[in-house]
C-alpha cells in the first residue's frame, strides 16, 4: 500500500483514567508517577484494558491502517520500560537537565542494567488480540534511556547505552515472537544530546537491533508540543540515522516546517512523515496535510513514505487527536490517487 498512516505511538488517555492537569505539570515523568492516575490501584489494570480498547477503535474508526496501543498504560513514553529494569534505584532518584534546561528526577543507577521480565509483552497481545489490522508497538531507546538516569555504578556513557541496548534487544525479541508487526524505538535525545548521539548513540540503537529480524522503526523529535512552541527548521542529528538498522524513520516536518530536502540524506529508509502539527489543537485541512507530504515527495520516493502526527497526540484533546487522524488518513486517500 502506498502511504499507510498511523501514529508515532501516544493517543490522548481518557480524563477519567488520568489527571491531564497534573500530567501537563510533569513532561513527562522519567520515574513513576503514580499520583497521576485517578483510578484506584485495585481496578488500575481494568481501566487499562477498557481505555486502550477505546484507542484502538478510535484509529480503526479514523482509518489508521497500522494500530498502536496509544500507550495508554503509561505515565511517560519511557518510564514504564525504564523504571522495570533491574539496577536502579527509584526510591532514591538521581537528577539530570532536561531538554528545557531544567532539574528534573530521573532513575537512579546503582548497579548492572538488567532485564528481569518482559515488561510490554502483554501490552502486544491485548492490541494483537483486539484488532486485526497491522500492530505496532513502542520502546523507549538506550540511547535516550541512558540520558535519562543518573549513573552512579558505571560511570561511563557508552557503557550505560550499552547495557540498556541488551535490555531493549531482549524486549524487542520477545514483543516480535509475540506478535508484534513493526517495533518503534524512541529516541528524541538523540537529537538534544547529537555530540554525545554520534560517539556511541547510534551504536547503542544498533547493537539493541543485532539479530533482530522483523520490522523497525526509530523516532526522533524535538519534544512534545506541548513543552517545545517554537522549533528549528532542521535536526542536529538526523542524517545519520541512514546507518542505522532500523527500516523506518520518523521525524517531526509540520510544526518545524522542516526543510525536507535532509530526507533525500537517509537512502532507501522508509520515513514516518510528521505531517500533523500537535502544537495547534485545530483540525488541519485535508489540503494542507497533503501540502506537508509533497514538500517530502520532492526529496523522496512515493513507496518511502508513511503519514504520520510529528509526535506522539498524548497533550491533545480527544476530539482534536480524531479530526486530525481522519485528516490524515484522507490525505493519503488522495495521495494514492495522485501517485498510484
Not at 484494558?49 to 482509518?63: H, P, S
Not at 539530570?96 to 501490552?123: A, K, M, S, T
Not at 509540520?254 to 512523515?273: E, I
Request: charged share 25%; hydrophobic share 40%; with cysteine.
Amino acid at each position: 500500500m502506498l502511504f499507510p498512516t498511523t501514529l508515532v505511538g501516544s493517543f490522548p488517555q481518557p480524563d477519567w483514567l488520568i489527571n491531564r492537569e497534573k500530567l501537563a505539570g510533569q513532561f513527562p515523568p522519567r520515574v513513576r508517577a503514580r499520583e497521576l492516575w485517578r483510578v484506584a490501584p485495585e481496578f488500575l489494570e481494568q481501566a487499562w484494558d477498557d481505555a486502550t480498547l477505546l484507542a484502538i477503535r478510535a484509529q480503526e474508526d479514523a482509518g489508521l491502517d497500522i494500530i498502536s496501543d496509544g500507550e495508554i498504560r503509561r505515565e511517560s513514553y519511557s518510564n514504564r520500560f525504564a523504571t522495570a529494569l533491574d539496577g536502579v534505584d527509584l526510591d532514591n532518584p538521581g537528577t539530570v537537565i532536561n531538554r528545557n534546561g531544567l532539574p528534573v528526577p530521573v532513575p537512579r543507577i546503582v548497579g548492572p542494567i538488567r532485564r528481569l521480565r518482559p515488561v510490554e509483552v502483554e501490552d502486544l497481545k491485548f492490541l494483537r488480540a483486539h484488532t486485526d489490522r497491522r500492530v505496532k508497538i513502542t520502546v523507549p531507546g538506550p540511547f535516550t534511556m541512558s540520558e535519562q538516569a543518573q549513573d552512579d555504578h558505571y560511570h561511563d556513557g557508552e557503557a550505560v547505552a550499552m547495557a540498556y541496548a541488551r535490555a531493549v534487544r531482549e524486549e524487542i525479541a520477545d514483543l516480535f515472537a509475540a506478535g508484534a508487526d513493526i517495533v518503534q524505538i524512541d529516541e528524541p535525545w538523540m537529537q538534544s544530546r547529537p555530540d554525545k548521539a554520534r560517539q556511541y548513540g547510534l551504536k547503542a540503537l544498533n547493537a539493541a537491533l543485532e539479530g533482530i529480524e522483523g520490522e523497525t522503526a526509530v523516532h526522533i523529535c524535538f519534544g512534545y508540543a506541548a513543552v517545545m512552541n517554537a522549533k528549528p527548521s532542521g535536526y542536529s542529528f538526523l542524517s545519520e540515522l541512514r546507518g542505522c538498522r532500523c527500516r523506518q524513520v520518523s521525524m517531526e516536518t509540520a510544526q518545524p516546517n522542516l526543510d525536507c530536502s535532509v530526507l533525500g540524506t537517509l537512502g532507501d529508509k522508509r520515513l514516518m512523515v510528521g505531517c500533523i502539527d500537535l502544537s495547534d489543537e485545530t483540525v488541519e485541512s485535508v489540503d494542507t496535510v497533503v501540502a506537508r507530504i509533497e514538500k517530502a515527495l520532492a526529496h523522496v520516493r512515493p513507496e518511502q513514505v508513511i503519514l504520520a502526527p510529528d509526535c506522539g497526540m498524548k497533550y491533545l484533546p480527544r476530539a482534536s487527536a480524531d479530526g486530525k487522524m481522519r485528516a490524515m488518513v484522507a490525505a493519503a486517500a488522495r495521495l494514492r490517487e495522485r501517485y498510484r
